[in-house]
């Protein structure tokens, strides 16, 4: 989706959806969806639009990797604060195991790790 390297990114997306294409149906070569891709690329823009459409905002990659485990496994915090927001589980777990916390972890990133932390306390009711 080189289109999300410039302005155009939007306009694509708004003519698949014309097209009554499913937002999570939309992927590159590598199967990772719009959502993952815009994560990537820190496109706000475009990840606002995809989840207000609709996007999965759990959806994972062919790795098992959902958008918030690559922005904390990339160090990118002010996606993973972004995708805090509208409610990304922190939770989530790939095919391994692993969740956002143990890639922001293995990474070192400990601002994100922070992060996430305190995200996770804010979900939990006890």
């Not at 698949?16 to 590598?30: G, P, Q, R």
């Not at 922190?90 to 391994?96: A, G």
């Amino acid at each position: 989706m080189s289109a999300f390297d410039n302005n155009g990114g939007i306009e694509i997306l708004k003519l698949f959806l014309e097209n009554k294409t499913n937002i999570d149906a939309v992927a590159n070569f590598d199967d990772k969806s719009a959502l993952i891709i815009a994560s990537e690329r820190e496109k706000e823009k475009i990840i606002r639009f995809l989840l207000k459409h609709g996007a999965n905002i759990n959806l994972q990659d062919k790795e098992s990797k959902s958008a918030l485990m690559i922005a904390c496994e990339r160090e990118k915090e002010k996606i993973v604060r972004f995708l805090l927001k509208p409610g990304a589980d922190v939770n989530f777990r790939d095919k391994k195991g692993n969740t956002a916390l143990t890639f922001a972890q293995e990474n070192k990133h400990w601002k994100i790790v922070d992060v996430l932390t305190k995200a996770s306390e804010k979900k939990d009711p006890f």
